[in-house]
């Protein structure tokens, strides 16, 4: 069964400093990988997703995520945050075969001043 | 043009009460999703429709619940005798195809038993 691992519940970085979120997986095959953000109010946007091609993926907001195969990961990172991306933000992973995704627990941003 | 929408926003009831929860796609949309997101985590998915049929509802946790889509656009999802457990924001998405197709998500319905 597919299942997708966020580490860390939540993290607080200064605005201007750079982020990484981190995200393991579980899948049979290569996956179809997705981050989404949740802000307090709001549904979950895609910011990007990865199904081919090249393993370095560029999303909306500045944000980009690599997949590792060999690790099992997909990172999320933004080289500046700015105080708006404070939210929570999901990672998951996508069946090949289906249309259903299954999420992270999510991790929650905090950006300081 | 318009996203996805859900009514009600919010609906609360009494411990073994039915309730109906509706999702409208974006136009043209061929496949649904129901997904249930609980305080503090992520969504669990429940049920998908690829058109009219529903092609995978390995999520739905008991026969209580139930999902329709009759005319492939509009969805509901059907809770009988409601549990407090079943508290949670419920989450629809739709997306013009399976797989790698991006899901687009509506605003939820937060469903309060009491």
């Known amino acids: 069964a597919q299942s997708v691992t966020q580490p860390d519940i939540h993290i607080t970085v200064s605005e201007g400093a750079s982020l990484e979120l981190r995200c393991n997986y579980s899948?049979?095959?290569?996956?179809?990988l997705f981050w989404y953000v949740q802000s307090p109010g709001q549904g979950l946007q895609l910011l990007l997703k990865?199904?081919?091609?090249?393993?370095l993926v560029q999303g909306i907001k500045g944000f980009e995520a690599e997949f590792k195969r060999s690790q099992s990961s997909f990172n999320l990172r933004k080289p500046s945050v700015h105080w708006s991306d404070a939210a929570e933000y999901f990672c998951?992973?996508?069946?090949?075969?289906?249309?259903?995704?299954?999420f992270g627990d999510g991790t929650t941003l905090t950006v300081k001043p | 043009g318009a996203g996805v929408s859900q009514t009600p926003s919010n609906k609360v009831t009494e411990k073994g009460k039915y309730v109906e929860l509706r999702c409208d796609p974006i136009?043209?949309?061929?496949?649904l999703y129901w997904y249930r997101q609980s305080l503090g985590q992520g969504p669990e998915f429940l049920i998908y429709?690829?058109?009219?049929?529903?092609?995978?509802d390995s999520g739905l946790p008991n026969d209580r619940f139930f999902a329709v889509r009759p005319e492939g656009s509009v969805s509901t999802l059907k809770i009988q005798r409601t549990e407090r457990g079943d508290s949670a924001v419920y989450l629809c998405?739709?997306?013009?195809?399976?797989?790698?197709?991006?899901?687009?998500f509506g605003p939820g319905t937060r469903l309060l038993v009491l």
């Open positions: 998405a739709s997306s013009s195809g399976a797989g790698h197709e991006t899901q687009y």
């Open positions: 899948y049979g095959a290569t996956p179809y």
């Open positions: 990865y199904f081919s091609g090249d393993t």
């Open positions: 998951a992973v996508g069946d090949t075969n289906a249309g259903k995704s299954t």
């Open positions: 136009s043209g949309h061929t496949a």
């Open positions: 429709f690829q058109g009219t049929g529903a092609a995978d």
